[in-house]
């Protein structure tokens, strides 16, 4: 197989399976090659990578190294991104009322949460997470690709227990999103005990759920260790949690004037 033929395999594999450590012998066999040619392939690999702006790869040295393709999004696409779903969030037709807007075509859009789902990724590479946990909401397709793109199981914290799910624990929990208790719950055998994990949702207004998502994991002495977010409301400006990432904030929306403002910044 010529260069141009191996650095277009590698580079399909390695996308189809992002986060996935590939031994050197793997590719070397494949191809038929020398550990030194393999290294010039991974090299022109990397500069195609990296100029398309999704992202690294990143090589691990020893006798358990190997290679692996680390997704994460360069600030020109990033703020292309963010620019697009300002965009689409500040379409004055969203608003439902009572300050609710109507945002499954963005969660629904397998293009875009591709794109936040790379985003999330890169950010939090570095965190040896174990899980990516969300709420059963329309966060769910986002969290799926966020935890396809760090090759981690996803964990659906549910609404209410169901049968097929075995054994669970619930509890309580306040939503600022609806003024109300609410409950969540969590199959036994979804997680392990003493893990780490990043939360994934669609909106957050005051924190409530990630908060709640927080405590149901704390039960398997789960730490957090970071948490991403699609949009993030403003207000209120204390959120029930500590730390979170955003995509894009969304300002205000004004019903009278039929005004919604979303920004990044």
Not at 23 to 38: G, H, T, V
């Amino acid at each position: 197989m010529k260069k141009n033929k191996r650095v277009g395999s590698l580079i399909t594999e390695l996308l189809s399976h992002p986060s996935k450590q590939y031994s050197y012998n793997q590719f070397c066999s494949k191809f038929d090659i020398a550990k030194s040619s393999l290294s010039e392939d991974i090299t022109t690999a990397g500069e195609i990578i990296a100029s398309e702006g999704i992202g690294r790869i990143e090589t691990i040295q020893g006798a358990n190294g190997g290679l692996r393709y680390v997704p994460a999004l360069s600030d020109d696409r990033l703020k292309q991104l963010q620019t697009t779903l300002v965009n689409k969030l500040s379409d004055p037709a969203r608003i439902l009322g009572g300050s609710f807007l109507y945002t499954s075509d963005i969660m629904f859009d397998g293009q875009l949460t591709r794109s936040m789902g790379t985003y999330f990724a890169g950010k939090f590479a570095n965190l040896n997470a174990d899980y990516v946990v969300t709420v059963e909401t329309k966060g769910i397709s986002l969290a799926a690709d966020v935890a396809f793109m760090m090759n981690l199981p996803l964990v659906v914290v549910r609404r209410e227990a169901k049968y097929s799910e075995g054994s669970t624990v619930s509890i309580n929990y306040f939503s600022g999103s609806y003024d109300r208790i609410q409950k969540m719950s969590i199959s036994k055998r979804a997680v392990s005990q003493n893990k780490r994990a990043i939360i994934i949702d669609d909106f957050m207004r005051g924190g409530g759920s990630l908060k709640g998502v927080s405590e149901i994991l704390s039960e398997f002495d789960i730490d957090v260790v970071g948490a991403g977010v699609a949009i993030a409301s403003r207000e209120p400006v204390k959120k029930k949690i500590a730390s979170y990432l955003p995509v894009i904030y969304l300002d205000s929306i004004d019903e009278d004037a039929n005004l919604i403002k979303a920004s990044f910044e």
